[in-house]
C-alpha cells in the first residue's frame, strides 16, 4: 500500500498562476484533509471531506478550492496564487469511526513569487 | 490564547538521557490527545494516543492532567534517532484536531 500520495512534490509559481495539488489515498478512508504548516503556525487545516460527495471549510480556506472527486482523491487548487500561500501542504486521510489517527501524505513545498 | 501551546524548544540533550515535554490546551472540553513525530522536512506520524490513566510504549511515556490542562510526553534513555519534532495534537469538543507547533528535540552523541 502506498499510503497517501501527494503530487507534485515541489512547485514555484509566479503570483496570479493557478495550479492543482493531487492527493490520493489506497487505504478505503472515508474522511480526506488539506492542511499547511508554515513556522511558528503549526498544521492549519484548509478544507475538509468527511465523506465523498461533502466538503467543508476549515481553518483557513480563503484562496483554496477542493474537489473530493471520489473516494480516492482530494484535489487543492489555488485559482490565483499569491505570497502568502508560500507554504508547505500535506493532505491527510482517516477513517472515521475507527480511531482519530490521521495519515499524512509526504507533503507539497510551494513557494510563490 | 493558542488553543494548544507548546515550548518550540530546541531541547539539546546527550545519548541515554531522559527528557519531558509539556503541552497545554485551552479547551476544557477537549476529548482526545496524541502525540504525533514529524522528521525534518518529512509528514507527521503518530507517536502515541495519550489516555487518562496515562501510557507507556517502550521508552516513551504519555501523561494526561486534565485538572491543570495538559498533557506531558517523557523520552527515556535518548537515541539519536529520537531527533525530531515531536507535534502535540488535541481533538476538541467539535471532533476538530488541534496542532501544536511542535516542540524540537535534537540528540547528540
Known amino acids: 500500500n502506498a499510503g497517501v500520495t501527494q503530487t507534485p512534490k515541489f512547485q514555484v509559481l509566479k503570483t496570479g498562476q493557478s495550479m492543482t495539488l493531487q492527493c490520493a489515498q489506497d487505504m478505503n478512508h472515508n474522511s480526506m484533509y488539506w492542511y499547511r504548516q508554515d513556522p511558528g503556525m503549526g498544521l492549519r487545516l484548509i478544507y475538509y471531506s468527511a465523506s465523498e460527495g461533502t466538503t467543508d471549510k476549515g481553518e483557513v480556506p480563503n484562496g483554496y478550492n477542493v474537489s473530493r472527486l471520489n473516494k480516492r482523491e482530494f484535489s487543492l487548487r489555488l485559482e490565483s496564487a499569491a505570497p502568502s500561500q508560500t507554504s508547505v501542504y500535506f493532505c491527510?486521510?482517516?477513517?472515521?469511526?475507527?480511531?482519530?489517527?490521521?495519515?499524512f501524505g509526504p507533503g507539497t513545498r510551494l513557494t510563490v513569487l | 490564547r493558542k488553543e494548544v501551546e507548546q515550548d518550540p524548544g530546541p531541547f539539546n540533550v546527550p545519548e541515554g538521557a531522559t527528557v519531558a515535554f509539556n503541552c497545554t490546551y485551552s479547551?476544557?472540553?477537549?476529548?482526545?490527545f496524541f502525540w504525533y513525530r514529524q522528521d525534518c522536512r518529512k509528514e507527521p506520524k503518530l507517536l502515541m494516543s495519550v489516555y487518562s490513566s496515562g501510557n507507556e510504549d517502550g521508552r516513551f511515556t504519555a501523561q494526561l492532567n486534565r485538572a491543570s490542562q495538559y498533557i506531558s510526553l517523557l523520552i527515556r534513555d535518548s537515541k539519536l534517532s529520537d531527533s525530531a519534532t515531536y507535534l502535540c495534537?488535541?481533538?476538541?469538543?467539535?471532533?476538530?484536531?488541534?496542532f501544536g507547533t511542535g516542540t524540537r528535540l535534537l540528540v547528540s552523541p
Open positions: 491527510a486521510s482517516r477513517e472515521p469511526g475507527t480511531s482519530f489517527e490521521q495519515f
Open positions: 495534537v488535541v481533538l476538541t469538543g467539535f471532533q476538530k484536531l488541534v
Open positions: 479547551n476544557s472540553a477537549s476529548q482526545s
